[in-house]
């Protein structure tokens, strides 16, 4: 599980990143990031909706390896971002650690990661 100072809550939050914020796609997920003018550490959210998959138990095994790996990493990331995380339907049958080379490209992609 993330830290709570990692957490992106609020639907006020999600909002802003998913208007304001930039957008990068891989296969499984998309991530939508925006540049915050303090520099407290970076929050992350997941949106993994019913569209994916109707099981509640697959839409959080997803989330809980896309927040392992951030949480694994956290010392890679740069302070002060936003980013959602938005599941595709691939995301539902791609392996663990498939899962996380695709985080690690993503965030690099975007420059967040250092």
Same mark, same amino acid.
């Not at 990068?24 to 296969?27: A, G, M, T």
């Not at 965030?107 to 250092?114: E, G, P, V």
């Given at each position: 599980?993330?830290?709570?100072?990692?957490?992106?809550k609020g639907v006020k939050n999600f909002k802003e990143v998913q208007k304001k914020g930039k957008v990068?796609?891989?296969?499984s997920f998309g991530l /939508?990031? !925006?540049?915050?003018?303090?520099?407290?550490?970076?929050r992350f959210g997941f949106v993994i909706s019913t569209k994916i998959? $109707?099981? /509640?138990? !697959?839409?959080?095994r997803a989330r809980r390896a896309l927040g392992?790996?951030?949480r694994?990493?956290?010392?890679?990331? $740069?302070?002060?971002y936003d980013c959602i995380f938005l599941a595709k339907p691939p995301i539902i049958k791609t392996y663990t650690q498939d899962l996380?080379?695709?985080v690690e490209e993503i965030?690099?992609?975007?420059?967040?990661?250092?």
């Open positions: 599980m993330l830290p709570r100072q990692n957490r992106l990068i796609n891989s296969n /939508a990031y !925006l540049k915050r003018e303090d520099e407290k550490p970076s998959s $109707k099981l /509640a138990t !697959l839409r959080n392992e790996k951030i694994q990493s956290s010392k890679n990331i $740069k302070d002060g996380m080379k695709e965030l690099t992609k975007a420059k967040i990661y250092k």
